[in-house]
C-alpha cells in the first residue's frame, strides 16, 4: 500500500491576497523611482509616518525606566501582558473618565500597535460571519479577514463575501446603514485614509444599530489627537450604549511619535459581548484576554513608561504642540489643494487630505511621482469608492510641506 507523504499545505487563502500590501508596494515603486533618479530629493506624503521626535517629556522617562533595567533592585523581567497597571489607569482616567466615558482600567489591553490589535482582533470571531468594511479603508481590516477565510475571491476590484461600506462625497464620507445585516462593522473615525470625521449622532446611529442587531463595532480612534472641533466624539463610548457593542483602539503613534517605539492601546469594556451559534452572550473581554496573554508578552518597560508621561502636564502640552504642527501643515495642504482647483476633505480635526484628482488615481500618484518628487498614496489602493482620489499625508516639516505644494502646482500647470 503506498502512503502519502504529509504534504504541508498553505492557508490558501492568501492566495485570494492582492499582489502586496498597499504601503510596501508603495515603497517598491519609490525605490524603483529612487534607483532611477538618485539625485532626486523625495518628498514622503504617503505612508501617515511621523517625522517630529518623540516629546522630551516621553524620553526623558524612557532614559529614567533604561536606567532602571541596569541596576539590580530596579530591573523589570515579564510585564503583565495587559499593560502595566500604571499606563492603564492612566488611560482610563485621561482619555475615558474624563470626557464622561466610564472606562476602567482593566478593561484596557496595552498593545505593541493599533495596526496588529485591529488585524488580530478578528481571530476571536466567527469565520463564517458577514462583515461590514468602509470603502475607501485602511487595508488591514479587509486584508486580515481575507486571511482568515471571510471572504470569497476578488473581483473587480471587490472580495466577494463582504458587505462594502461606500464612503463617497454624496454621503459626507460616512457610510450609511448597510441594507443587509452585519455582525461585524469597521468604522475609524477620524478617518484613514479620507479625513472626514464622524458626529455623535452619526455614531449613534451605529451603535443603535448594532444594539438592535447583536452586531459589534470595531471603533478604531488612532487619530483621535487630531480632534479640535469640541463637539466631535473622541470616543466610542461617549455614544450610550456603546459599552456593549463596541471595542475601541487608540495609538500613541501619531499622537505621540511612537511609530518606530511602538505603543498602542485596546479597549473591550466588560459588557461588550458577541454570541455562541446558540445565541449564549458572551463577554469578548475574556475572550481578547485569553488571545492576548497566550500570544502577546506585553510591551516594554521602558516604552510604557514613555507612553505613561505623555500624559503627564508637560507631555499633554508637548503631543498638542506636536499634533498642532502637523494639522498646520495639513491646513497648508488643503488649502494649496484647493486653490489648484481640486475638491478635497479631511486636513481638518485630522492630518490626511483625500483628493479628488479627476483621474485614476496610479496615474496621479505616478505623476506626482515623477513630475513632483513627491509621493502621496493613491485612493485606488484603499478601495473601488477610492478610486480618482489620492491621500497625502501631512507628517513631514513644514519646509517639506511647502516646497511639494509648489512642486505639484509647477508639475500640475
Ligand atoms: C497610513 O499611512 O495609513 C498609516 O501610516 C498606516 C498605519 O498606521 O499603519
Not at 142 to 166: C, H, K, P
Not at 179 to 193: H, M, R
Request: proline share 5%; aromatic share 12%; glycine share 8%.
Amino acid at each position: 500500500m503506498s502512503m502519502r507523504s504529509p504534504m504541508i499545505r498553505i492557508n490558501e487563502n492568501y492566495l485570494k491576497l492582492q499582489d502586496s500590501y498597499l504601503f510596501a508596494n508603495i515603497a517598491k515603486r519609490v525605490k524603483a523611482y529612487q534607483n532611477a533618479h538618485p539625485k532626486e530629493d523625495i518628498i514622503r506624503m504617503g505612508i501617515g509616518d511621523v517625522t517630529l521626535p518623540l516629546p522630551p517629556a516621553c524620553i526623558r522617562a524612557f532614559h529614567q525606566a533604561v536606567d532602571e533595567m541596569a541596576q539590580d533592585t530596579t530591573f523589570r523581567g515579564y510585564g503583565p501582558e495587559q499593560g502595566y497597571a500604571f499606563l492603564r489607569e492612566k488611560i482610563a482616567e485621561h482619555d475615558f473618565q474624563a470626557r464622561g466615558a466610564q472606562i476602567s482600567a482593566d478593561e484596557i489591553f496595552v498593545s505593541d500597535g493599533a495596526k496588529c490589535d485591529t488585524g488580530n482582533i478578528q481571530e476571536i470571531f466567527a469565520t463564517d460571519i458577514r462583515v461590514g468594511i468602509p470603502d475607501p479603508v485602511y487595508p488591514v481590516y479587509l486584508d486580515t479577514n481575507v486571511m482568515a477565510g471571510r471572504t470569497g475571491e476578488y473581483q473587480d476590484g471587490r472580495y466577494s463575501g463582504i458587505t462594502y461600506l461606500d464612503c463617497t462625497r454624496e454621503n459626507g464620507y460616512i457610510p450609511d446603514l448597510p441594507d443587509s445585516p452585519v455582525a461585524l462593522i469597521y468604522l475609524c473615525f477620524p478617518n484613514n485614509p479620507t479625513g472626514a470625521t464622524i458626529t455623535k449622532a452619526q455614531l449613534k446611529a451605529w451603535v443603535d444599530y448594532a444594539i438592535d442587531n447583536q452586531a459589534l463595532i470595531l471603533f478604531d480612534a488612532a487619530y483621535e489627537a487630531f480632534l479640535r472641533d469640541d463637539d466631535l466624539p473622541h470616543s466610542i463610548y461617549e455614544v450610550t450604549g456603546a459599552k456593549e457593542v463596541a471595542i475601541e483602539f487608540r495609538s500613541f503613534s501619531k499622537t505621540a511619535g511612537f511609530t518606530g517605539t511602538r505603543c498602542a492601546y485596546t479597549v473591550v469594556p466588560k459588557q461588550c459581548r458577541a454570541f455562541t451559534a446558540s445565541g449564549n452572550p458572551m463577554p469578548v473581554h475574556d475572550l481578547w484576554n485569553r488571545r492576548h496573554t497566550t500570544k502577546f508578552n506585553s510591551v516594554s518597560y521602558p516604552v510604557q513608561r514613555a507612553a505613561e508621561a505623555v500624559y503627564s502636564p508637560e507631555g499633554q502640552n508637548q503631543i498638542r504642540t506636536l499634533t498642532d504642527y502637523y494639522l498646520t501643515n495639513a491646513a497648508y495642504i488643503r488649502q494649496a489643494i484647493q486653490k489648484l482647483g481640486f475638491e478635497c476633505v479631511g486636513g481638518k480635526n485630522s492630518p490626511y487630505i483625500w483628493i479628488d484628482g479627476r483621474q485614476d488615481s496610479w496615474k496621479f500618484f505616478d505623476l506626482l511621482l515623477n513630475k513632483a518628487g513627491v509621493v502621496c498614496t493613491p485612493g485606488a489602493g484603499f478601495g473601488r469608492c477610492g478610486q480618482g482620489y489620492i491621500r497625502i499625508s501631512a507628517f513631514n516639516s513644514f519646509e517639506n510641506v511647502e516646497k511639494a505644494m509648489d512642486r505639484i502646482k509647477a508639475a500640475l500647470q
